[in-house]
T-cell receptor, first 116, second 113 residues
């Protein structure tokens, strides 16, 4: 079974600064997806960024980028130029590419606080 | 603006009562997921449907929980009888295909007294 670990229960950052959230995972599969989801106080789960394991290039979405290290099974999220609206719980998630195994396996989450 | 809808948004009930949560997936999506979020367990899968057929309900307590898709526009999650430990936020998510993004509904916050 796959597991996802987020070792930072809480992180904080000053507005306009950069912060990195850590995530490691365990799997015996070679083909899979990794995600970062954001959950603000509204509870809505919002997809931030997605990475396919077969792609060596790290995914980027505006101020959000990942550092995907497949051999180390590490998938960190970097938020540049942090904004007050980035404050939320962030979840790292794994999904297999095998048919019939489409569920997301989540880490425990990291609460991000952004200080003005 | 296509989105997953869930009803009710909040539910408070007493132990032993039946609870039914409903989800309307995005039109055309053929995969539907039910997740539960608690402080202790985090986010975990309860059930997973593809083309209305259950693929994985291993995360669901079978004695009291049941999940169905009566048609392509409705997914239901029932708890009978409910217990205080069922208090959680229940999310429904849908996807166009298995390898596509899952879109989450706003969740149902359930409190069992």
């Amino acid at each position: 079974a796959q597991t996802v670990t987020q070792s930072q229960p809480e992180m904080s950052v000053q507005e306009a600064e950069t912060v990195t959230l850590s995530c490691t995972y365990d799997t015996s599969e070679s083909d899979y997806y990794l995600f970062w989801y954001k959950q603000p106080p509204s509870r809505q789960m919002i997809l931030v960024i997605r990475q396919e394991a077969y792609k060596q290039q790290n995914a980027t979405e505006n101020r959000f980028s990942v550092n995907f290290q497949k051999a180390a099974k590490s998938f960190s999220l970097k938020i540049s130029d942090s904004q007050l609206g980035d404050a939320a719980m962030y979840f790292c998630a794994y999904r297999s590419r095998r048919a019939g195994y489409g569920k997301l396996t989540f880490g425990q989450g990291t609460i991000l606080t952004v200080h003005p | 603006d296509a989105r997953v809808t869930q009803t009710p948004r909040h539910k408070v009930t007493e132990m032993g009562q039946e609870v039914t949560m409903r989800c309307q997936p995005i039109l055309g999506h053929n995969t539907v997921f039910w997740y539960r979020q608690t402080m202790m367990q985090g986010l975990e899968l309860l059930a997973y449907f593809r083309n209305r057929a259950p693929l994985d309900d291993s995360g669901m307590p079978k004695d009291r929980f049941s999940a169905e898709m009566p048609d392509a526009t409705l997914a239901t999650l029932k708890i009978q009888p409910s217990e205080p430990r069922d208090s959680a936020v229940y999310f429904c998510a849908s996807g166009l295909r298995e390898n596509n993004e899952q879109f989450f509904g706003p969740g149902t916050r359930l409190t069992v007294l």
